[in-house]
């Protein structure tokens, strides 16, 4: 398996994280357990080579070769795997409000749902979705996506800085500061916020702070930390061990003890590590 990553363009840095390929000679086994765990932010999905099956919540979707697919954000995993064989696709991902100023969907909409772009953005979708066929390269491909996405920013004018500071003040505390200090800091009503984020971001403040807050410890298991490393500092973040056992379970589908002892997930702490 190999993971790369190429920066985004200059322009388009403040809403797109970043920009990864993933190429594998024999794709990505069900018996990896390959996971992509909720980190708050929503992805474009260049499915180039082979296919790639999603579960979750006992569902199955599946993403075609040659695809283009938008995945909303999310606050329950996914596993993935493939068929065996070479598989590779290119992963576009935004900060939790880089999406909506691009695609000017009420990201609410595409919360926990894996939709074809042609699906979710008509006739414009359609167009970049059929030119990307064409083109070959990888390179190609991804200066093209960046070419369209710059495009529609420019033309949309919907990014928004108070839902870019709130969020950034959400993750740069790991999801503990109060609304209600947001609310202070901002001089807006949670009610407007909550407007706010769900046009931009999908979920409420009080969800994302909670995606953030297991990043914490998700990001801890990446690097390497075992099971007692892991839950050190679990009173900062936590009211109790049942309710860190709780969320974590949610957001990954195994116990905290489970994940770090049982599940490999090397797509998963790559992306993670980044």
């Known amino acids: 398996m190999k993971l790369s990553f190429i920066e985004p363009r200059i322009e388009l840095k403040t809403l797109i994280k970043s920009i990864w390929i993933f190429e594998s000679s024999i794709g990505m086994p069900l018996s990896d357990t390959s996971l992509a765990v909720p980190n708050g932010c929503p992805i474009l999905i260049i499915n180039y080579q082979n296919s790639i099956t999603s579960f979750a919540e006992g569902q199955a979707n599946e993403s075609k070769e040659q695809g283009l697919y938008f995945v909303g954000n999310r606050d329950i995993p996914v596993q993935l795997c493939t068929p065996f064989g070479k598989t590779g696709f290119i992963g576009i991902e935004f900060y939790p409000y880089g999406a909506y100023p691009i695609l000017g969907i009420p990201m609410v909409e595409t919360a926990n749902r894996l939709l074809p772009i042609e699906e979710l953005l008509g006739r414009w979708g359609k167009k970049i979705f059929e030119a990307l066929r064409n083109i070959e390269s990888i390179a190609g491909k991804i200066n093209f996506i960046q070419d369209k996405l710059l495009e529609s920013v420019r033309k949309k004018q919907l990014q928004n800085s108070i839902v870019e500071y709130c969020v950034n003040t959400l993750q740069a505390t790991n999801g503990l500061i109060p609304i209600t200090e947001m609310e202070r800091k901002t001089g807006y009503t949670r009610r407007y916020l909550e407007i706010l984020f769900k046009n931009h971001v999908g979920f409420s403040p009080k969800t994302l702070a909670g995606i953030f807050r297991f990043q914490k410890f998700y990001r801890n298991w990446a690097s390497g930390k075992s099971y007692s490393e ?27 003890r489970q994940f770090t002892q049982q599940v490999s997930n090397e797509f998963g702490r790559r992306l993670s590590l980044r």
Do not use: V
């Open 230 to 256: 892991l839950t050190e500092e679990l009173n900062n973040y936590y009211f109790d061990q049942a309710h860190f056992i709780k969320e974590f379970k949610r957001m990954t589908g195994f116990s905290p």
